[in-house]
């Protein structure tokens, strides 16, 4: 996994695994797969920690391999 990615690249991933957005909501957006919400950062100096990135992961049950084959 990289060590950063960006935002457009981290919404481009996950619509590709059925989610949909990003929509307003509050502090921040989110997207939305089922009934799951997920709030998507919005970095506006640099691009998404790695860390983030896999709390994103836990948080929507997505696996490392998966989302590496995306």
Same mark, same amino acid.
């Given at each position: 996994? $990289? !060590?950063t990615?960006? +935002?457009? $690249?981290?919404? +481009? ?31 506006? !100096? ?17 696996? +490392?391999?998966?989302?590496?084959k995306?």
């Open positions: 996994m $990289e !060590t990615l960006s +935002r457009k $690249e981290l919404i +481009r991933k996950l619509k590709d695994l059925g989610f949909i957005g990003p929509f307003s909501g509050g502090k921040h957006q989110f997207m939305q797969k089922d009934k799951l919400k997920l709030r998507i950062p919005n970095p506006h !100096t640099s691009d998404i920690h790695v860390s983030l990135i896999k709390e994103i992961l836990r948080q929507a049950n997505i696996s +490392r391999k998966k989302w590496e995306i």
